[in-house]
Each structure stands twice: as C-alpha cells, then as structure tokens.
C-alpha cells in the first residue's frame, strides 16, 4: 500500500503496523515522535497501529535541550 512519508510516497506491506514501519526504517531504537494525519502516536500503541493507504506520516528525531 502507498503512505506518505514526510512528505514522499512509500510502498509499505499491505496492514502494516507501525512498529513495522518503524522497524524497516531502523529507527527502532531512536529517539522519534510520530504523527499520522497530524495526530500525535503514542509509542506504547505502535504495536497495534495500523497504517491505512494515503496515510501522511511524519516521523522526526526527538533531541533533548535546555
């Protein structure tokens, strides 16, 4: 299926989730916040998130500061 990924179409599995997408990124172990149609995903619900075609993702490294 086709999402779009900070703005660029990506084919993905069909029903992926996002921990799948997250994972086929390499961003597993990072420091990322994720938004699918401007709404904020939590990281506890990546599991069970499911991507649906024409989904718009953005997904940016969370830096710390003070």
Known sequence: MQIYLNG???QIPDNASMAVLIESLGLSDKRIA?????????RST???YSL???????????IGGG
């Open 52 to 62: 649906k075609p024409q989904d718009h993702v953005e997904i940016v490294h969370a």
């Open 34 to 42: 994720v938004e699918v149609n401007e709404e904020l995903v939590p």
């Open 46 to 48: 990546y599991s069970d």
């Open 8 to 10: 660029e179409q990506q």
